[in-house]
């Protein structure tokens, strides 16, 4: 880990105090929760699994420093823990009925679901990782289903994280990978907020984008190394994925960290995507949405923007109730049907402003291919990464057909009011042809 690195980081971040990694650190726990709750009880939060790997090593350590433990905490770890917003508020009950510091011991819902139950019962709480399976450690927010609309409640990073690369090495490699997965999508993250910026819808913010974009290769360059379960690079894993955390947690958004590719995911667990009779996890979704967005972006780079028909494309542009229309038609369930109304039609243009939009593009095009080019990874590479790291390279993998992933592109721009390539697509009037085009 480069201490350095996340130094700088927390310097920034207004919520976590301390990050500490490294192997053997578990015993470090007690006095960690010592030095931040002088005086509270700590509560142990984990599943079966994460308790057994972890949570002993916890729940002693508290005791060496002299903290009174209440009872564990212990979802059970079959079948796999949904994290839906009403487990965090079952969790709440169990925290205000003590005074108890709340110590997340287990990987992404775990500490999602520790996260909201925290904030709701007013109180910090403590993240011990167990898996470098995704960079929701040290961002803000908990992404949970509520009735089943996943969106993601405000609340808190942990005051402090600890993680022990040992035991995030030996983890099953499939959660590994799925934190690989997470890792890799920060490319296409980063190319959509480029893609907005050069189009003046959100410029690019420079201090949440110096904590992820400038070392992100360096994080991503030894994948065959983590499917051997070594530890050196479960180190670099995590330190990418608790950065990436705190650029969100500084950023107050997770724009610095989710783009195209994350809805694809979201999208994806709203509709119970399954594969094998298991849900696909957060890290797959975002590997294959990875993926999907490349391929889009290497077909656009091909093209040539710079003499775009802007007429053409505004009297082919569909009226605020046409995309309502639309957007009902896409989405069967009602409240995802609701929302991605709303979401949608928040980023809708009028002819008017699609015009002054796609002149914005004529114009910056050639700097921003450029721009684009020396961000994206090209999509032949890219599966090699993803291949060497454990991570799913095909729609069938997860259990999508290719009619299905072709289809959710328009889906997931839907769900999100974000601006991403999805748009940029669609405003250019490019997408069908870019989607008869493209396979992964
Ligand atoms: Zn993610």
């Not at 510091?101 to 992404?108: H, K, Q, R, Y």
């Not at 402003?353 to 961000?375: G, K």
């Not at 601006?419 to 989607?435: E, I």
Request: glycine share 8%.
């Amino acid at each position: 880990m480069n201490r350095r690195r996340i130094d700088a980081a927390l310097a920034h971040a207004t919520e976590t105090h301390a990050v500490v990694i490294g192997a053997g650190v578990l015993s470090q726990v007690g006095s960690l929760l010592f030095q931040h709750f002088p005086g509270r009880t700590a509560l142990v939060v984990a599943d079966t699994v994460t308790f057994d790997v972890a949570g002993r090593s916890v729940m002693d350590s508290l005791a060496a420093a002299g903290i009174a433990t209440e009872a564990p905490f212990i979802f059970p770890g079959r079948p796999i823990l949904e994290a839906t917003y009403d487990h965090a508020v079952h969790l709440r009950a169990v925290l205000t009925a003590t005074d108890a510091i709340a110590v997340a011991v287990g990987s992404g819902t775990i500490n999602d679901l520790t996260k909201l139950a925290s904030h709701l019962a007013g109180r910090q709480y403590l993240a011990v990782a167990t898996a470098a399976s995704m960079d929701g450690y040290a961002a803000s927010g908990a992404p949970l289903k509520r009735d089943g609309f996943k969106e993601t409640f405000s609340c808190p990073a942990p005051r402090a994280i600890v993680a022990d690369v040992e035991i995030l090495a030996a983890a099953p490699a499939r959660l590994t990978a799925a934190g690989y997965g997470d890792l890799i999508g920060k490319v296409t993250a980063g190319a959509d907020w480029i893609l907005a910026d050069a189009l003046g819808v959100e410029p690019i913010r420079p201090e949440a984008w110096a904590l992820v974009q400038p070392p992100l290769r360096s994080w991503l360059d030894a994948p065959e190394r983590l499917a051997a379960h070594d530890p050196a690079a479960a180190d670099g894993l995590i330190e990418g994925l608790v950065m990436t955390g705190l650029a969100i947690q500084s950023d107050r958004t997770s724009r610095p960290a989710s783009g195209s590719e994350h809805q694809f995911s979201h999208l994806w667990e709203m509709q119970h995507l399954e594969h094998a009779g298991e849900p696909v996890s957060h890290g797959f979704g975002v590997a294959m949405g990875t993926l999907a967005v490349t391929a889009l972006y290497d077909w656009l780079m091909r093209q040539d923007l710079g003499t775009l028909e802007v007429g053409a494309c505004c009297g082919a542009w569909p009226t605020a109730a046409e995309v309502e229309r639309s957007v009902r038609a896409t989405h069967p369930h009602p409240t995802i049907a609701e929302k991605a109304v709303q979401l949608t039609l928040a980023k809708h243009l009028s002819r008017e402003q699609l015009a002054a939009r796609l002149e914005h593009v004529r114009a910056v095009w050639p700097d921003l291919r450029a721009r684009l080019q020396a961000q994206l990874i090209p999509l032949h590479q890219l599966k090699a990464m993803l291949f060497a790291a454990g991570c799913p390279v095909a729609p069938e993998q997860i259990g999508l057909t290719q009619a299905r992933l072709r289809a959710s592109y328009e889906a997931a721009r839907q769900i999100r009011s974000r601006y991403t390539v999805l748009d940029f697509a669609l405003q250019t009037g490019l997408a069908r042809a870019a989607l008869d085009a493209i396979s992964i």
